[in-house]
Antibody, heavy 120, light 110 residues
Framework: QVQLQESGPGLVKPSETLSLTCTVS????????WSWIRQPPGKGLEWIGY???????NYNPSLKSRVTISVDTSKNQFSLKLSSVTAADTAVYYC??????????????WGKGTTVTVSS | SSELTQDPAVSVALGQTVRITCQGD??????ASWYQQKPGQAPVLVIY???NRPSGIPDRFSGSSSGNTASLTITGAQAEDEADYYC?????????????FGGGTKLTVL
């Protein structure tokens, strides 16, 4: 059974770069898409972007200038970097496995989420 | 970018049927997926594709779609179904393939 676990600093200073890693266990990172999603306190879900195991990416247009998602197949991990953070980037960050075909996109396995606070 | 619109809150009496809707132009081209999120927990996929349930999701959950509206129906709602529900789909507005979430619907079981 595939499991995902987010890891990274829980506190990031304004203007710095948020860095998180998602470790995939119980299965291979290959042949799937993988996504990052976030949820600000008391608000809804926001898609950040996804990466294919081969390295191709797609990002939320509203975050594209600040986001980089990468994959390390040797470690069965994928990562998120979000630069120039502000308090508005404070959120619970989730990683998820994606199934995507022509007519649909869904996330069938999710990590438990990790809280990131942006504060000096 | 396109948007998916959900009612912020819906209530249902225990054992009754409730429909949660999601509207958006992208739903004319793509199926919605639905997620249940309970307080302090990660979202859980409950419906995907035309009307598919992942293993372990009760058959009281079903999905449907018509035009620009996707619906999640819970037939015989249980107390444990009280949660936030989010819809999600691909989006191809503006010649850019993207992904969108609805704003979420808080379901209260009375």
């Amino acid at each position: 059974q595939v499991q995902l676990q987010e890891s990274g600093p829980g506190l990031v200073k304004p203007s710095e770069t948020l860095s998180l890693t998602c470790t995939v266990s119980g299965g291979s990172i290959s042949s799937y898409y993988w996504s990052w999603i976030r949820q600000p306190p008391g608000k809804g879900l926001e898609w950040i972007g996804y990466i294919y195991y081969s390295g191709s990416t797609n990002y939320n247009p509203s975050l594209k200038s600040r986001v980089t998602i990468s994959v390390d197949t040797s470690k069965n991990q994928f990562s998120l970097k979000l630069s120039s953070v502000t308090a508005a980037d404070t959120a619970v960050y989730y990683c998820a496995r994606v199934v995507m075909e022509i007519y649909y996109y869904y996330m069938d396995v999710w990590g438990k989420g990790t809280t990131v606070t942006v504060s000096s | 970018s396109s948007e998916l619109t959900q009612d912020p809150a819906v209530s249902v009496a225990l054992g009754q049927t409730v429909r949660i809707t999601c509207q958006g132009d992208s739903l004319r081209s793509y199926y919605a997926s639905w997620y249940q999120q309970k307080p302090g927990q990660a979202p859980v996929l409950v419906i995907y594709g035309k009307n598919n349930r992942p293993s372990g999701i009760p058959d009281r959950f079903s999905g449907s779609s018509s035009g620009n509206t996707a619906s999640l129906t819970i037939t015989g709602a249980q107390a444990e179904d009280e949660a936030d529900y989010y819809c999600n789909s691909r989006d191809s507005s503006g010649n850019h393939l993207s992904v969108v979430f609805g704003g979420g619907t808080k379901l209260t079981v009375l």
